[in-house]
């Protein structure tokens, strides 16, 4: 199974990134798909989530700015992030989950909001 991120980097406050997620090794559609960041300091939380019947959730820090979504024939999750603040500075982690069992990250991608 490899799950590989892309579409971060250095961005100034109230800019936008479109983070991707490519999934491999796994029956896609099925998973739940999830995005994750870790700032510095800081435990893993959770961004956004979206399951194989599309219903989306989003964090209270990402509502309103942050959009998740997935290609199943594609295999690939997004997430659409604007007006991003310094806050929002992390690394971003894609997620696949069918199941304790069944459960995968990926390497992470770097966001910086800064000036």
């Known amino acids: 199974v490899q799950l590989v991120e892309s579409g971060g980097g250095l961005v100034q406050p109230g800019g936008s990134l479109r983070l991707s997620c490519a999934a491999s090794g796994i029956i896609f559609s099925i998973y739940s798909m999830g995005w994750y960041r870790q700032a510095p300091g800081k435990q893993r939380e959770l961004v956004a989530t979206?399951?194989?019947?599309?219903?989306?959730n989003v964090a209270d820090s990402g509502k309103g700015r942050f959009t998740i979504s997935r290609d199943n024939a594609k295999k690939m999750v997004y997430l659409q992030m604007n007006s991003l603040k310094p806050e929002d500075t992390a690394v971003y982690y894609c997620n696949a989950n069918f199941g304790k069992r069944n459960d995968y990250w990926g390497q992470g991608t770097q966001v910086t909001v800064s000036t």
């Open positions: 979206i399951t194989s019947a599309l219903i989306t």
